[in-house]
């Protein structure tokens, strides 16, 4: 979502520097959700690699032993997190549009749809048939998801504090700029914040799909 930030013209030093405080921290949101999915893609590549190495070294054939975890709820788990990051997709489209209501609607769709799925794999977790030491596989599943599972908890509780940011915040500012400054730089640094959040929640979509095809197609 794009952000414009209004032309600090004819404002005193504290107003053009209040302006260019606000003008970086929306600068600082971008910056860091790349940050934070740099450093995610790091750790979640750990796994990434543990999983080829052990796979490929399979010492005393103990890469799989199983019992394989339930094929369905690695399906359910990564199709109820795609299906949010989509859904919140598609409301903010609608948002754009001027179209709050929408957007709070489908935003709130989409956290308990995450929530759901993170509880369904805390539920897989705690009725798992093999023990982290029970092989190669065993350890990189037990050892990927709950630090996904963790990674998720924290954007939902993201997104369910945006809910809130913009349940004060008129439609009409989210199409026509605001009769103040504070009340635009407050739509820009939640738009921001929005913006942020779509990109990290689209990004463990991706990395849900992932781990699915390495735990359950690949292993």
């Given at each position: 979502?794009?952000?414009?930030?209004?032309?600090?013209?004819?404002?005193?030093?504290?107003?053009?520097?209040?302006?260019?405080?606000?003008?970086?921290?929306l600068?600082?949101?971008?910056?860091?959700?790349?940050?934070?999915?740099?450093?995610?893609?790091?750790?979640?590549?750990?796994?990434?690699?543990?999983?080829?190495?052990?796979?490929?070294?399979?010492?005393?054939?103990?890469?799989?032993?199983?019992?394989?975890?339930?094929?369905?709820?690695?399906?359910?788990?990564?199709?109820l997190?795609?299906?949010?990051?989509?859904?919140?997709?598609?409301?903010?489209?609608?948002?754009?549009?001027?179209?709050?209501?929408?957007?709070?609607?489908?935003?709130?769709?989409?956290?308990?749809?995450?929530?759901?799925?993170?509880?369904?794999q805390?539920?897989?977790?705690?009725?798992?048939?093999?023990?982290?030491?029970?092989?190669?596989?065993?350890?990189?599943?037990?050892?990927?998801?709950?630090?996904?599972?963790?990674?998720?908890?924290?954007?939902?509780?993201?997104?369910?504090?945006?809910?809130?940011?913009?349940?004060?915040?008129?439609?009409?500012?989210?199409?026509?700029?605001?009769?103040t400054?504070?009340?635009?730089?407050?739509?820009?640094?939640?738009?921001a914040s929005?913006?942020?959040?779509?990109?990290?929640?689209?990004?463990?979509?991706?990395?849900?799909?992932?781990?699915?095809?390495?735990?359950?197609?690949?292993?």
């Amino acid at each position: 979502m794009a952000e414009t930030t209004a032309e600090p013209t004819g404002l005193s030093q504290e107003e053009e520097e209040a302006a260019f405080y606000h003008e970086a921290g929306l600068n600082a949101s971008w910056t860091g959700a790349r940050l934070a999915i740099g450093s995610l893609s790091f750790g979640f590549g750990a796994f990434v690699f543990a999983f080829f190495y052990l796979r490929s070294l399979n010492s005393h054939g103990r890469w799989y032993v199983g019992p394989a975890p339930k094929a369905w709820i690695g399906i359910v788990v990564m199709a109820l997190i795609v299906v949010s990051a989509l859904v919140q997709w598609l409301v903010l489209q609608r948002m754009k549009a001027g179209n709050k209501s929408t957007w709070v609607a489908g935003a709130s769709l989409a956290l308990a749809l995450g929530f759901a799925g993170m509880g369904i794999q805390i539920w897989q977790l705690t009725n798992l048939g093999f023990w982290p030491g029970d092989g190669g596989y065993a350890s990189c599943f037990v050892g990927f998801y709950p630090v996904f599972v963790a990674v998720v908890f924290a954007a939902m509780v993201w997104l369910e504090t945006l809910i809130m940011r913009a349940r004060p915040i008129p439609t009409i500012s989210f199409v026509e700029q605001p009769p103040t400054y504070d009340e635009a730089f407050a739509v820009q640094r939640f738009q921001a914040s929005l913006s942020a959040f779509t990109v990290i929640w689209n990004y463990l979509a991706i990395v849900a799909i992932i781990a699915w095809i390495l735990f359950y197609l690949v292993k």
